[in-house]
């Protein structure tokens, strides 16, 4: 089994996925713009080989570097996990003819409007929604969606660019920002609890899934950036106030035809219970939600992955034991980290339910927390009962403070 594999060392969690592909017996085949040098330890350890591009962005370079590099050898698998390369890893399975998703099949994952088209042509619920390529067009989208309203980028990530929109004034401030974008969706703005739907599906079956609970939303904590943002993997996602979601979920797969591998949805609970949908990514989700999905159920999803894409089934039985929370921190101040305040008493009061502490240490420079949700690093908890770990959560975002200084 040989598995060509994209960006390998980036994001964090990527020589995961090439250590759960060594794992079940696969050589990978890493594809990136990193020196080789630069990759990550577990990353370079379990790659047979590693072709280094210029630039990920520059398709049609990639593929014939790609193919130049294979030359005669067989490849049985392209694997990206990264939202921005799932075209290009399509483009590689078809100038390589291997099978899994084509350019065609990946649209719907990168496309806003194409999504939604194509989940309303199945009956599924989204917000009413539009697109729009120019000023002229963003009005009239306007007119006919009505306030308030969202507009976003059609192939956005991380609620970059993402604006509510409540009023004409605001829609007037919002417009010069939208210049740089070829092409928004314009949608119903949807008031409600958001989710997460992830899963792990074998040939279209779901063989395992996630359900995780944004506090607070992610616009909002990536419009405030005093917020300790939290993603809360839910210890009970068939409980039933959630049906609806995962039901939706079930249906999205289905109705975009999706076959193998991760995927991560995202969902709206209105308080009249009703489901609205999000979107859905061909992948993982980010910012290490893969762990917390490992710290839920005391398994190895990078590993059952792997196993999944490569042999077509997944070996572990699923135990639901923990609630999970990671709360992101961003520090106070700009520059390099200076202090960190009320770390050694939640280390003490939540001895062994503090699983992972990973915050930049002091003297590193501050992230930027409009560029990754990682922010300035993050803390996870877990527990059985979920108001547990809510307070835990809570008392990191309030109690645990970083402090940065230039
Ligand atoms: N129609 C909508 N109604 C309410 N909130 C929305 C809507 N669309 C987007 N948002 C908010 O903006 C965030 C980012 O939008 P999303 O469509 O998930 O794009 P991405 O995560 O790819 O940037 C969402 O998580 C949600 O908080
Ligand atoms: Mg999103």
Redesign the pocket.
């Known amino acids: 089994m040989d598995v060509l594999f994209l960006s390998p060392g980036y994001p964090g969690e990527m020589p995961e996925f090439v250590r759960g592909l060594a794992t079940v017996g696969a050589r990978v085949w890493g594809v990136g713009d990193q020196t080789q040098g630069a990759l990550p330890l577990t990353a370079r350890r379990h790659l047979a080989g590693y072709l280094q591009v210029p630039n990920m962005f520059d398709e049609l370079d990639v593929v014939e570097r790609v193919r130049r590099w294979i030359g005669r050898r067989q490849v049985d698998r392209v694997e990206v996990l990264g ?1 921005f390369w799932m075209v290009l890893g399509a483009r590689i399975r078809e100038a390589l003819g291997v099978a899994g998703m084509t350019v065609e099949q990946t649209r719907p994952f990168r496309d ?1 409007e194409v999504m939604k088209q194509r989940l309303d042509a199945a009956g599924i619920r989204t ?1 009413r ?1 539009t697109n729009a390529h120019t000023e002229s067009e963003i009005r009239a989208a306007v007119e006919k969606i009505g306030y308030p ?2 507009i ?2 059609i192939d ?5 660019n ?1 604006h ?1 929109v409540e009023s004409p004034a605001r829609l007037e401030k919002v417009l010069p920002q939208l210049r740089g974008v070829a092409e928004v ?1 314009v ?6 609890e ?1 989710f997460t739907f992830d899963t792990l599906t074998c040939d279209g079956e779901i063989q395992y899934y996630n359900v995780a609970w ?1 506090r607070p ?4 904590a ?1 419009t405030n950036e005093w917020i300790s943002p939290q993603v809360i993997a839910l210890r009970h996602p068939d409980q039933a106030a959630l049906a609806v979601g995962v039901e939706m979920g079930h249906k999205v797969i289905e109705a975009l035809g999706f076959k193998s591998g991760f995927t991560h949805m ?1 969902w ?1 609970l209105k308080a009249n219970g009703e489901a ?1 949908f ?2 859905i ?1 061909g992948r993982p989700p980010g910012a290490r939600q893969v762990d917390q999905m490992n710290y839920a159920c005391d398994f190895d999803s990078f590993v059952e992955w792997a196993r999944i894409v490569c042999w077509g089934t997944m070996d572990t039985r699923i135990a639901r034991n923990y609630n999970v929370a990671t709360v992101f921190k961003r520090a106070m101040g700009e520059g390099r980290i200076v202090r960190i305040d009320g770390l050694e008493r939640l280390r003490r009061e939540f001895g062994p339910y503090l699983v992972w502490e990973n915050l930049l240490p002091l003297g590193s420079m501050r992230r930027n927390w409009l560029q990754t949700l990682i922010s300035d690093g993050f803390m996870v908890v877990r527990h059985p009962d979920l108001a547990v770990t809510l307070e835990m959560a809570d008392r990191i975002g309030t109690e645990l403070r970083m402090y940065a200084q230039s």
């Open positions: 939202e806003k917000p929604h309203l969202i976003k980028p956005g990530a991380g609620s970059a993402t509510r969706s949608e119903e703005f949807i008031d409600g958001e944004y939303r992610p616009l909002v990536r995202e709206y609205v999000g979107e990514g």
